[in-house]
T-cell receptor, first 114, second 111 residues
Framework: KAGVTQTPRYLIKTRGQQVTLSCSPISGHRSVSWYQQTPGQGLQFLFEYFSETQRNKGNFPGRFSGRQFSNSRSEMNVSTLELGDSALYLC?????????????FGSGTRLTVV | AQRVTQPEKLLSVFKGAPVELKCNYSYSGSPELFWYVQYSRQRLQLLLRHISRESIKGFTADLNKGETSFHLKKPFAQEEDSAMYYCALSGRASGTYKYIFGTGTRLKVLA
């Protein structure tokens, strides 16, 4: 079966712009989580969605938002981009809401803000 | 507070030497523990789960509840083990499930 698909793979944006990233989980997976990965901070949790509801949220400013659709696909939006938002954004899906079987990660979207 | 600590940012060992990647956690319940690995230019992937008590690619990890540790071990390191390793914890806290990653340890296996 297809893995977790993230689009686009690469993005270059200018400060002040906004961006939308997309994630299609593995078929049947209802939980989708987003992480920001940077060399200095490692994996930072953004938010988690389960059955279209945001269940958990990390410590990121309100410029970071997301949603999940009825088919479990998820989008993440960042408004008013800052240079510090440059990172690899990872999406992970799991079958259960508890992720006790672990997450399956996508390849990520590398966002560069100039 | 729930926390996963990986004290070493970088661990270098010679090929054939034993490897131990440390992971300590702070959690007020019964968590599920995981190890993930990210090879160069590859996606982050699940290596093993403590509930499975499995050995993957020669790696094992034992959950020590007394010491709140979940160290990853391999008796003989191979060059292809060079990668970034993340320890993670899953558990219920404040009525919701949390999934927390450590900051990762880069393993370099030297020839």
């Amino acid at each position: 079966k297809a893995g977790v698909t993230q689009t686009p793979r690469y993005l270059i944006k200018t400060r002040g712009q906004q961006v939308t990233l997309s994630c299609s989980p593995i078929s049947g997976h209802r939980s989708v989580s987003w992480y920001q990965q940077t060399p200095g901070q490692g994996l930072q949790f953004l938010f988690e969605y389960f059955s279209e509801t945001q269940r958990n949220k990390g410590n990121f400013p309100g410029r970071f938002s997301g949603r999940q659709f009825s088919n479990s696909r998820s989008e993440m939006n960042v408004s008013t981009l800052e240079l510090g938002d440059s990172a690899l954004y990872l999406c992970a899906s799991s079958f259960s809401g508890t992720a006790n079987y672990g997450y399956t990660f996508g390849s990520g979207t590398r966002l560069t803000v100039v | 507070a729930q926390r996963v600590t990986q004290p070493e940012k970088l661990l270098s060992v010679f090929k054939g030497a034993p490897v131990e990647l440390k992971c300590n956690y702070s959690y007020s319940g019964s968590p599920e523990l995981f190890w993930y690995v990210q090879y160069s230019r590859q996606r982050l992937q699940l290596l093993l789960r403590h509930i499975s008590r499995e050995s993957i690619k020669g790696f094992t990890a034992d959950l020590n509840k007394g010491e709140t540790s979940f160290h990853l071990k391999k008796p003989f390191a191979q060059e292809e083990d060079s990668a970034m390793y993340y320890c993670a914890l899953s558990g219920r806290a404040s009525g919701t499930y949390k999934y927390i990653f450590g900051t990762g340890t880069r393993l370099k296996v030297l020839a």
